[in-house]
Nanobody, 116 residues
Framework: QVQLVESGGGLVQTGGSLRLSCAASGSIEGFNTMGWYRQAPGKQRELVAV???????NYVDSVKGRFTIARDNAKNSVYLQMNSLKPEDSAVYYC??????????WGQGTQVTVSS
């Protein structure tokens, strides 16, 4: 059973940056995809960014050009660099991993708040 632990959330002003980290308790090499989701109060959880085994990445349109996802298999970690943050980026951010057999893992979430 792999556990995912996020860190790096916090309070930042509009235009600021944060780097989220997601550390897995075991090897992530077996994960086909790793990504970040977010959920704001009263809204559905949405996919923010995903990295697919092999190196491809995808982003929701609202963060393209501002956020960068990166995966480090050697450190069993995935990161989300968030630049030019906006108040609408405020949400709880969740790390997600899906194995090649389709098993899904979630982290506990980390709060990101962007003040205007």
């Amino acid at each position: 059973q792999v556990q995912l632990v996020e860190s790096g959330g916090g309070l930042v002003q509009t235009g600021g940056s944060l780097r989220l980290s997601c550390a897995a308790s075991g090897s992530i090499e077996g994960f086909n995809t790793m990504g970040w989701y977010r959920q704001a109060p009263g809204k559905q959880r949405e996919l923010v960014a995903v990295t697919i085994s092999g190196g491809n990445t995808n982003y929701v349109d609202s963060v393209k050009g501002r956020f960068t996802i990166a995966r480090d298999n050697a450190k069993n970690s995935v990161y989300l660099q968030m630049n030019s943050l906006k108040p609408e980026d405020s949400a709880v951010y969740y790390c997600n991993a899906v194995t090649r057999l389709g098993r899904i893992y979630w982290g506990q979430g980390t709060q990101v708040t962007v003040s205007s």
